[in-house]
Structure formats: structure tokens, C-alpha cells
């Protein structure tokens, strides 16, 4: 199993008031784990020899879960393969006050801010809270050309800044406030980027994922 597909899990299990937890990685083969270790230094991780603990923080200062997910998408192109399991979970307590819920609209600005300004383009990941919404949130995202690519309530899409293939970051967040304005939940991560790019007789840059080019 992929270690983002491991991650998932996970994310699954843990209970609903969980706030952060560390994580333990053994790598397959030890003589990549310092690689492993070095893409998931984001995570203040460290490395023992073929064990990788990192942290993740739901609430509270540190590494958001997206961001986890994120480090682990390199992780699986480049083939590292290996055991995730949580080792310690902290919980918020009942009486904690709640975050208020951020809108997609507002998830889009905060990935983008975390962008180089020379960004050109974007392969991002739009995840919906209910299965339920996939129907309608397709027609209201349908200028993003909206693409599945497995069985988890979600879509992905492409965003180009200046020229070439994908919606802008404008039309992004109009499709975006449509979803806000009916209700539906979820978050956008930013799954791939690129900067300053240039086309040279071609639309743009074009991203193989699983054979397939998106």
C-alpha cells in the first residue's frame, strides 16, 4: 500500500478530537531512509536508522495533515516504499474552543500564499467532505475541467497563472465561492507546482501521474 493510502487510513482511525500526533515510518530498504528523512524534513523528522518519526499537528502550532500528505505523495513518486504507523496521538479536550470552518474558497488562498512567486502552474486536489456533493460539486466546477483518479470523494484539476492548460486562479476561486455558497465542505491541496515555465511550441508543461498524462 501507498504510504499516502497508508496516511488515509490512518487519518481514518484517529479519534474525531485529535489534535497531533507523531508518526513512525520504517523504510523498506534502510539505504534510502536518509532520502525519506530528508523530503519529510518539513515534519521535523528524524531518522534512526531505517525508522522516520515525524509530527503532525491538526491544531496548534506545526505541520498541517495536508502538508503530511503532501511530503508522502514524493515519497510514493519516487518509489520509497514502507510502514506508517502513529505512535502518539494527542487530543483537544472537550471544552476547547472550535476553529470556525475555513472555506474552499479561503483553503485556495492559503495554498497559494505557501507558492513561489514565480509559480506557473498548479496540478491541485479538491477533496469534498460527502461523497454525496461529487454530483453537484462537478457541475459547479465543471470550468476546471474536473478529473477522478480513485474512489475517495475528490477531484483533481489544473490551474495555469499566465498561459497554457487549466483554469486560472481566478475561475478556480469563482468555482470555489459556488461550492461555499451551497454548503459544500472539504479542502484544496495543492498536489504539484511548477515555476517559471516556459511553453515552447506547446500549450504548456503536462504531469505524468500513474502512466497518464493530466
Do not use: K
Not at 111 to 129: C, F, G, K, N
Amino acid at each position: 500500500m501507498r504510504l499516502v493510502e497508508q496516511w488515509r487510513a490512518i487519518v481514518q482511525e484517529l479519534p474525531d478530537s485529535w489534535g497531533d500526533a507523531q508518526l513512525l515510518l520504517t523504510v523498506e530498504d534502510e539505504r534510502r531512509a536518509g532520502r525519506a528523512a530528508g523530503l519529510l524534513a518539513p515534519l521535523q523528522a528524524g531518522r534512526s536508522g531505517a525508522r522516520v518519526r515525524f509530527f503532525c499537528a491538526r491544531r496548534g502550532p506545526g505541520p498541517r495533515p495536508d502538508t503530511v500528505e503532501r511530503l508522502l505523495r514524493r515519497l510514493d513518486a519516487e518509489g520509497i516504499g514502507g510502514t506508517l504507523e502513529p505512535v502518539a496521538v494527542g487530543e483537544v479536550p472537550a471544552d476547547a474552543p472550535r476553529a470556525e470552518h475555513r472555506s474552499l474558497a479561503a483553503a485556495w488562498d492559503a495554498q497559494l500564499e505557501t507558492l513561489p512567486p514565480d509559480w506557473s502552474d498548479v496540478y491541485a486536489e479538491l477533496r469534498l467532505r460527502s461523497g454525496g456533493d461529487l454530483d453537484r460539486a462537478a457541475l459547479l466546477t465543471a470550468p476546471l475541467n474536473p478529473a477522478r483518479f480513485d474512489p475517495t470523494p475528490a477531484f483533481r484539476f489544473r490551474c495555469a497563472r499566465r498561459f497554457g492548460y487549466g483554469a486560472s486562479p481566478q475561475m478556480v476561486r469563482r468555482c470555489l465561492e459556488r461550492l461555499d455558497a451551497e454548503g459544500v465542505r472539504g479542502d484544496v491541496v495543492v498536489v504539484h507546482a511548477l515555476s517559471d515555465t516556459e511553453p515552447v511550441a506547446t500549450q504548456g508543461p503536462v504531469w505524468y501521474i500513474g502512466g497518464r498524462p493530466v
